[in-house]
């Protein structure tokens, strides 16, 4: 059986353009511990190429991201 993901905390950045999804997730990340899981939800189209250098960059991980209905969410482990 699959476990679930436990979600450690959301930031919610639909409506909000680069580079702020970015930015709101960077603080969101400086409160957490190494290994827990942040969602973020996203609307910017390029959110998923900012995402993905973000993770390169900061080496965090993106563990996933999905677009349901121009929403896009993103799972980021916390190094």
Not at 5 to 31: H, Q
């Amino acid at each position: 059986m699959e476990q679930a993901l436990s979600i450690d905390r959301e930031v919610d950045a639909r409506g909000l353009n680069c580079p702020l999804p970015i930015l709101r997730t960077k603080k969101a990340l400086n409160d957490m511990k190494s290994g827990q899981v942040l969602r973020i939800l996203a609307t910017d189209p390029s959110a998923l190429r900012d995402f993905q250098a973000f993770a390169k960059q900061t080496g965090n991980e993106l563990m996933q991201h999905v677009e349901h209905d121009g929403v896009f969410s993103f799972l980021v482990r916390r190094r």
